[in-house]
């Protein structure tokens, strides 16, 4: 079965609907956690920084239960709140870092990151992309995720993200002196 | 992608999970609570605005504007302003029918004595 589409149990909604929140709860961190933390590492590359992100998106979530009203998946809401957070993260270390050039993902101090010469190199090109074809390239890149879901997490067009992936693409190539990205 | 070299901390996803179910009884859902009661306070603001308005509405209604209700310095105020604007046999009761029929019953020798008279009083 394709992860993108996985169906939902029906119980999930009638206990939204019951606002039965703390049995739900528990059931949303069982359901998605492993699949929302390589979700966003893939955004933010570094554990730590992901580890944070991850915290901070169950507890939006928590605290946007009552408000939401599930005219989506699940999984569709809770993957667009830790977009949304780790996006603004990027953000933020962009301003602690005090640059408007790429963003230093400082992987080497990362002690859970052993990655090759080459994925290191690849992850420096794709740094220095503006942040949408950074994360359309690697949502991409690492997860292989199809368009249609990606437009409904980024809240663009898939036309646009499609011309994001080729501009990410043609410009990584240019910096790698390749012809194609594996 | 962790295939990749990205790893993470050994047992990092029982005891991260087990310390993300902590969240709820640590952040309390104010808006659960509350967003229960606000049809009941709509209602309430609605019921409480209605009774207020309305006796407003019959008072201004019942009370229609009388000259009665004027002060003399108004009236005096508002027709010194504009004094050829509003008839003052609206104003002033100068039972004017009765002037009229008391005119015929004048000879010219008393008009003429009286505007003698009072001739200084239009100069």
């Not at chain 1, 169906?7 to 956690?33: S, Y």
């Not at chain 1, 010469?117 to 220095?128: D, F, H, I, N, Y």
Request: charged content about 30%; proline content about 5%.
């Amino acid at each position: 079965m394709d992860i993108w589409i996985m169906a939902e149990p029906p119980i999930w909604k009638e206990q939204l609907k019951k606002q039965q929140f703390d049995r739900l709860f528990p059931i949303l961190v069982d359901a998605f956690t492993e699949r929302l933390y390589w979700h966003i590492r893939s955004i933010l590359l570094r554990h730590d920084w992901t580890d944070d992100v991850l915290q901070e998106c169950y507890i939006k979530t928590w605290k946007a239960l009552p408000n939401f009203r599930g005219e989506s998946s699940f999984y569709t809401w809770m993957y667009r709140i830790a977009t949304n957070e780790a996006l603004a993260l990027l953000k933020k270390e962009r301003r602690f870092q005090l640059q408007d050039g790429p963003l230093d993902f400082k992987l080497n101090a990362d002690p859970y990151f052993d990655g090759d010469a080459a994925l290191q190199k690849l992850m420096m090109q794709v740094s220095e992309l503006p942040d949408k074809q950074q994360t359309v390239f690697k949502l991409k890149y690492f997860q292989n995720m199809p368009f249609k879901e990606m437009s409904e997490l980024l809240d663009t067009s898939i036309g646009a993200l499609k011309a994001s992936y080729h501009h990410a693409n043609e410009k990584i190539k240019e910096g790698l002196n390749l012809k194609d990205i594996g | 992608m962790k295939e990749q070299g990205f790893n993470i901390p050994e047992d990092y996803f029982d005891s991260k999970k087990q310390a993300l179910k902590e969240i709820m009884p640590e952040k309390e859902l104010p808006t659960k609570r509350l967003s229960k009661l606000y049809p009941w306070i709509a209602a309430a603001a609605v019921v409480l605005i209605s009774l207020s308005i309305i006796p407003i509405r019959r008072s201004t209604q019942a009370d229609g504007l009388n000259f009665s209700d004027l002060q003399d310095e108004q009236i005096i105020d508002f027709l010194n302003e504009d004094p050829n604007s509003l008839d003052p046999a609206l104003f002033l009761d100068l039972n004017l029918q009765d002037s009229i029929e008391s005119t015929d019953e004048l000879d010219v020798e008393s008009i003429e004595s009286y505007l003698n008279e009072h001739s200084t009083e239009y100069l």
